[in-house]
């Protein structure tokens, strides 16, 4: 099993910055990747950024150019920095690991960013 826990949301004006955080803990050794999900009201979940063990990253079209991820292994600890931000960039956020041996999924239990104009 793996506990993720997110911190960082809150609300911030258009424009301004926030910063995620997630850290890891239980069977760490099966992550393969960490990333960001979110949701907004009424709108499908959507993968925002992802990285993987070799640091390899990808991101959603909205959210390139304005928002970075990046890890602390030694703190199993995923980051997502946001820049720029813009009301539709309103939504739960939720951290996301992809697992190994055997394959699987987890995420956090959100936290709430909301972006006023």
């Known amino acids: 099993q793996v506990q993720l826990v997110e911190s960082g949301g809150g609300l911030v004006q258009a424009g301004g910055s926030l910063r995620l955080s997630c850290a890891a803990s239980g069977s760490t050794f099966r992550i393969n990747a960490m990333g960001w999900d979110r949701q907004a009201p009424g709108k499908q979940r959507e993968r925002v950024a992802l990285?993987?063990?070799?640091?390899?990253?990808n991101y959603a079209d909205s959210v390139k150019g304005r928002f970075t991820i990046s890890r602390d292994n030694a703190k199993n600890t995923v980051y997502l920095q946001m820049n720029s931000l813009k009301p539709e960039d309103t939504a739960v956020y939720y951290c996301?690991?992809?697992?190994?041996?055997?394959?699987?999924?987890?995420w956090g239990q959100g936290t709430l960013v909301t972006v006023s104009a």
């Open positions: 990285i993987t063990n070799g640091d390899s990253t």
């Open positions: 996301y690991v992809d697992l190994r041996r055997p394959r699987g999924d987890a």
